[in-house]
Every structure is written in structure tokens, then in C-alpha cells.
């Protein structure tokens, strides 16, 4: 049994009475009367279990989106009731409104309808549906939770799709979808023209030459049908938590929030294979650490966005270090041809993970290797802030103290750390290098532009 606001007031008078009226009767008759007529008002009411109740939930939805959630009661009585409902949904999915008052006439049906805006990726399943009864008097109810399952997947935000039409426009002019057309170092056949100098002797065709006074050769393009296999890391390097950005100018800046660093790379990872699979390519998806944790393969077109939203909607950072043999045996079972693979990881201190440089040293003698890594901008912000005092060392009020005044103490401890940190990634990126890869190492909100045009430069290029 629930009581309502009437009943509270009643009882608050019954209290105000016994503390003030002069004969104590009086004020415990009248809580004795206030309870007395709440408990026949909730006998008096229907039974929650009589009405019927049907839940229906929208299809599945990124985790920038909102939806809806149905419920459709129907009253199969011969009295009128007025309800409260409560739609039970996890705090992430931010169900609103909370609590839903109707008036239902006898013999009716009615439909009420909660907004879910979820926060975060996941499959969330419903509780239960709470509903409360009023009696005749509206002093109480009769109330009951019954079950009526459902789930939503909240699939990821992909916040990088502003950064598509800009990426695909480049990439039309590179394919000569545009008037640009691009002649380049290619393995695919193109066109036929005249020699001139400076052309590879490689590329002359004697056959066609034999045929015209003068010598032809044969341009090339790069093929279209290249293999790529990205793999996200979502072992305990992915379970750190970035900090926030600050505003950016910049139009390719991505606004992530405090987000673990898996987040991060699977913005640039979604953005590049959208990319890819618009130019023609072979998209191969991975998330592991131990094990395989989603993998996306043969999907192309508009469900390979779908495909691997879903696959990575339930996927979590875990406290487990990758398994880079694992990585290798993986990406030769997946492709067998020379291809791109992106490892979207940390990039460690030099000589700290040795088994990272093998696994990647061992991959480029195969294929064109990009590792990929967002960098924290908080660390960003605390090494410039160093830059902007030496800049502002004239300014009297930097800092709110003379010019000569050094900055606070814990400032400077801010400041070295991420100058330590920072020349720490340079020499794990230089030490990459050595080994052939292409490093991108970048504030985490501008990782997938620069993770997408290092693609297209390497189409322009011919290396894919």
C-alpha cells in the first residue's frame, strides 16, 4: 500500500495537534481517522494485477540518439482508475519522464510513452513495470511490479561521421569520380600514352610500341580491391580514461568527453572502415585482447557500419594486456596478401613492451603497417602550459604575480611529468619506425581525422 500527499497532510495536521491542542483526544482521533480512511480508500481500490500491460521498445540506436518506449495499458473493468506508472530503465538510458500519471476510463486502453536518451554503448534490459492503483479517495493505493521484458542495443556514438563528406569528396578526386584523376605508382592497369623521360623502362608495352612510331608505356592506379584489417585494442591500455578536451577551433577536432581510450579508438576505427569500404576495399574488423572479442568479416556496403556498431556495442575495456602472437596468428588467418593493418593501441615507452616491437616488425615485412594511438589532452594541455608562462614570462598578471615569480609548485610537477611522458611516446614512435610502421600518435579527439587521412595519403601515394 502506498499513501499520497493528501494522506501526509492529514497526518502533519494530527501531529500539529497533538503538539498544540490542549487535550490529546482530539489529535489522535484525528490520525486515528486519517489512517482509518487511507486503508479503506486502498481496499477499496482495484488490484494492479486486473490491468493489462504490453511494453514495445524502438529498434536499436547510437548512444547520441533517443528513442522511445511504449506501454499500452488497458483497463478491463467497469470503473474508472487513476494510475501512476513507473517504466523502470537503468540510470545510463536517463528515462524520461520518471513516473507517468493518467486517468483511465473503464473499458479503455491508453498509451504512455517514455524517452530514453542513453549515455553509453551496451545492450540495457528493462526492469520492471511498477503500477499503482488510486482508490476512490486518492488517500492510497494498491501497488504491484510486474514483468515485461525488453532489451535496446546502444550501439557507439560515432561522433567521426561529420568527418565523412570531407574525407569521401577527397577520395572521389583520387578515384576520378571528380575531374581530378589520379595517374600514380600502381599495380593497377590504367591507360596507355606516349613515353616520355623520366618514365620507369619497366612500364614500356613493346607490343603496343610495335604498333606506333613512337614508345608507349602504361600508366598504373592503385587497386581498388586492397585488403584492410583494423584491429582495436581493448585490453588494459584501452581501459584508461582520457581527459577531456578543451574547445577546439579546429573543424576535425572530435569532442569526446572523459572517455577510456577504447572509446576513442573506436571513433577512428568505425571512421576509417566506412572509408575504406566506400573505396572499394576488403574492411576486416577486430577488437581483442586475450581473445576475440568482436570480429566483423565479408559485411560491406551500409551494414558494415551496423555490423560493427553492434558487434562492439557490448565490448568493454578488460584489465588483460594484449596478446600480440595472438594479434599475428589472427591477422594471417585473415588475410593472406600483402594489406593495411591498423593497430588502434597505446604506444608504450621505448623498450617497455618488447613484444609489441616484434609483433609489429614481424607484420611489416607482409604488409603496410599504421599504429595508431591517442594521446591524453589533458597531458597536451599541462605541456603547453609550460610554453604559454614562457610567453607570458613579461605579462605581471600571469599567474596573478611579478614577471620573475616562477609558477606554483604544483604546476611545475604538472608540467615535467607531461614533458616526461610526452618525450617518453616520442621515443616508443621513433623506435615503431624503426621498424617500418606509420605511427600516428595524436590528441584523441583529432585521431580519426588523422587516422583517415593517412589512408587517403597512402591511396594518393599508391602504397594501397
Known sequence: MALSWRTAVLIACGIFLLIFSPTLSTAWGWIFLSLTLALIDAVCALSPREFRIERHVKDNIRADQSTTCDLWIENPTRRGVTLTIRDAWPPSMQPTPSRHHIRLAAHDRV?????????RRGTRRCDRITIRVWGPLGLAARQVSLSAPASIAVLPEFRARKLLPSRLARLHELEGSTAVVLRGPGTEFDSLRTYVRGDDPRDIDWRASARSQDLIVRTWRPERDRHVVIIVD???SGALLLGAPEHSSNADALDLGATPRMDASIEAALLLAT???RAGDHVHFLAMDRSIRARVDGVQGPALLRQCGL????????????????LITEVRRTVHHKSLVVLCTD???A?????????????TRTHTVIVASAQDPTILRMAQSHD???NHAHTADHYEMSPDTPPPTTDVYDVIAAHAALRETRAGAHELQRTGAIVITTDAGLL??????TYLALKKSGRL
Open 347 to 349: 604506444l608504450p615507452p
Open 351 to 363: 623498450g617497455t613492451d618488447p613484444q609489441l616491437y616484434e609483433a609489429v616488425a614481424l607484420l
Open 275 to 277: 572509408l575504406a569500404d
Open 388 to 390: 604559454q608562462h614562457k
Open 311 to 326: 558487434s562492439l556495442a557490448d565490448v568493454s575495456p578488460s584489465l588483460l594486456p594484449m596478446d600480440w602472437q595472438r
Open 111 to 119: 498509451r504512455v510513452t517514455t524517452v530514453l536518451s542513453p549515455k
Open 234 to 236: 581493448c585490453g588494459r
Open 448 to 453: 580519426a581525422a588523422h587516422l583517415s587521412d
